[in-house]
């Protein structure tokens, strides 16, 4: 009896030997078949493998990967304020690109205006540039809304990132500026001043923005004005004109020169990549 049961025993495990032999055969057998059906892992497949450090880019892949900047633009202080025009609103918003190697040759935004209920009553969208580490007004006038709004939103929607090497800032600068309400003649007030391009740069456009604000900083007016063809080292003067009254009195004024340096062939390949600027000039 004793015999037989150790022969049944070693039966047993002679049969699971088998099996555990059969399994590991056929896992091999498995993973042959996957590897020769499975495609080969390449720098175009639209997938990170291989040792990739992004999406077919880095490591083995030659193409280099893009540069991504490390923050997004933050929106702040944004609101309206009337036109002078029946139902029309002058929105803007405070936009600030915290990136000092990163600006965006275009950046879209919204502007939407809300009633009390905090419901949608108008909308407006645009478009924008920022240079690295600039802080700038986005500014949308005459938009038009038949409901009296109770707020402003501006909001992000997207951009593109070009990344700057050894960037510096474009010297622009705003001196004799000077606010005056106009006592005789057409219009209610103008903004005059002399723009100054101290970079060795010459720009095809600058805009000029002014911000009128009463005592408590509060934004009550605001507009624009853009001077073409200005070469560097050029003294242009501005002036900024409102042909109808708005409330509030002024006790300050900014000024904000603008300058689209993609425009600026000579100015963006120096600081620009210039496959990256390459890019974005067809597109």
Known sequence: ??????????????????????????????FKIY???????TCFDKIKNQNEKEVDCGGVCLKKCPARAEH?????????????QVNKYDLYGEVENPNS????????????LKDSSGNA??????????????????VENNVESVSVPASAQLEIKGNDWLEFKDYEKPQLKIINKNYNEISSGV??????GLLRNESPFDF??????VILKDENGKIIALNSTQINDVRSGENREFRVFWPNKFFGSVRNMEVQPEVNIFDSESFAERYIDSQKFQEYEYK
């Not at 219009?187 to 005059?192: M, P, R, T």
């Open 35 to 41: 590897s020769w059906l499975k495609p080969a892992q």
């Open 204 to 209: 095809s456009a600058i805009k000029i923005g």
């Open 101 to 112: 190697d990163f600006g965006s040759s275009q950046f879209k935004y919204v502007f939407t």
């Open 187 to 192: 219009g209610f007030s103008e903004a005059v």
């Open 1 to 30: 009896m004793a015999i037989f049961e150790a022969t049944q025993r070693k039966k047993i495990i002679i049969i699971f030997i088998y099996i555990a032999i059969f399994g590991l055969f056929l896992s091999f057998l498995t």
């Open 121 to 138: 009553i108008a909308s407006k969208e645009g478009k924008g540039y920022i240079l690295p580490g600039e802080g700038k007004y986005v």
């Open 72 to 84: 997004s633009l933050s929106v702040f202080n944004s609101g309206f304020m009337d036109s002078g």
